[in-house]
């Protein structure tokens, strides 16, 4: 039960602290977002360019 109420303390702390919210969350998903675009592109023009093995 303890837990349970800081945690809930924790994520109104941060809500309240827009600084925190932008670390805790929103840079985090900036991350993926920008890694998901390069990573993704490469890995699709990686899978094309593999020849196709014969059947």
Do not use: C, Y
């Amino acid at each position: 039960m303890i837990l349970i109420h800081l945690v809930i303390t924790n994520l109104k702390l941060v809500l309240r602290n827009q600084q925190a919210l932008f670390w805790a969350v929103l840079f985090p998903l900036m991350f993926v977002f920008v890694f998901g675009i390069f990573l993704g592109a490469a890995i699709r023009s990686r899978a094309e360019a593999r020849p196709a093995s014969p059947s």
